[in-house]
């Protein structure tokens, strides 16, 4: 072997070395994939996943109502990025889009946490104003500078607006939001049991210069406790069916039709479902889980409509009501539902 050759081949095999490490190295993207259901009508860790407490009257429930989820998978190599990036179930995006810089990954579970106890609260509240069950409305904070600020304080029970009586924040904000920034508007209240009121002049909100605000963050209690018991998946984007959830419970019939249903969205306390992400990989899930139906944002549709596997049908909502109205559609045998 001549000088020349071995020189080629040393070089050759560092190349070769080189690259399989350069390969193997963690790249900064992280894979989406399609993430266990749970079914919002069943149980979890052996208790149903949704309690009503006493001072309800419940039903029986059949059939699922499953909430989707995505699988996050950090540390990848270039070779396992690609062999991810081929596959139409995952996606495969940069890590600064899931962990922004600045944030931890113990931030961002905590975010999540707080997000998931946010589409809890917003979907029970919803649910019940769907159903016109009155909630008792607690001052939770007050915005510094605005009209409430010092008026009002953590704690006070609101109780009517103008004399009207308020029903759920969902009312106490549509109230509000109704009237022309600069109008005086009596809040009734209670502090330490005792009935008091006070006038305040609205100020302009800053999503709409037209509608109005008081500066009150308030808190809903329903008459009765609604537990959810979930427990490993952080985010807001299980809040429909949540809602659905507690709706079936709380009445006749069923919402599913004994089917496997399946869907996602972040829900407000007013009955919007707002889009979410990763909903390819929610319709991959949810069609390997059995269902049949899922209930897509209508923000997510276009989306959704290129990515849906075989046998599983999609139904676009906006709100809470018009998901209602879908499941009662198909139950009845109505195959006419808005789709994607």
């Not at 390969?23 to 309690?51: C, E, S, W, Y």
């Not at 490993?232 to 949540?242: K, N, R």
């Not at 707002?274 to 949810?286: R, S």
Request: with cysteine.
């Amino acid at each position: 072997m001549t000088r020349r050759t071995t020189t080629l081949l040393v070089t050759s095999i560092l190349i070769i070395a080189l690259a399989a490490v350069g390969l193997a190295l963690p790249v900064p993207f992280v894979v989406l994939q399609p993430g266990p259901t749970t079914d919002t009508l069943g149980t979890f860790n052996g208790r149903p996943l949704i309690a009503i407490g006493a001072g309800a009257k419940t039903y029986p429930v059949k059939g699922k109502l499953l909430l989707t989820t995505v699988a996050e998978q950090p540390s990848l190599s270039l070779v396992s990025a690609v062999r991810y990036w081929l596959s139409s179930h995952n996606a495969v995006v940069p890590e600064e889009l899931i962990n922004p810089s600045g944030s931890s990954q113990q931030d961002q579970q905590r975010q999540g946490q707080l997000d998931m106890v946010a589409s809890q609260e917003k979907a029970t509240t919803a649910a019940l104003h769907y159903l016109k069950i009155d909630e008792t409305v607690t001052v939770a904070a007050t915005g510094h500078g605005l009209p409430a600020d010092g008026k009002l304080r953590k704690g006070d029970v609101l109780l009517t607006v103008d004399g009207k009586t308020i029903g759920d924040s969902v009312d106490l904000r549509a109230d509000i939001r109704k009237l022309k920034p600069g109008t005086s508007v009596t809040v009734g209240f209670r502090r330490d049991g005792s009935p008091s009121q006070v006038t305040l002049k609205t100020a302009a909100a800053d999503d709409d210069p037209t509608k109005s605000v008081v500066g009150i963050t308030p808190n809903d209690k329903p008459p009765f406790t609604v537990k959810i018991g979930l427990n490993g998946v952080g985010g807001p984007s299980a809040g429909l069916m949540f809602a659905l959830g507690i709706l079936d419970r709380l009445t006749t019939g069923n919402l599913t039709g004994g089917a496997t249903i399946a869907g996602t969205g972040e829900i407000q306390a007013d009955g919007t479902v707002d889009p979410i992400g990763g909903i390819q990989q929610k319709l991959v899930g949810a069609r390997r889980a059995g269902a049949t139906i899922f209930l897509v944002p209508a923000a997510n549709c276009s989306e959704a409509a290129q990515a849906a596997p075989g046998g599983l049908k999609l139904v676009k909502v906006a709100s809470l009501s018009k998901a209602v109205r879908a499941l009662e559609g198909i139950r009845g045998g109505d195959t006419s539902q808005p789709g994607c």
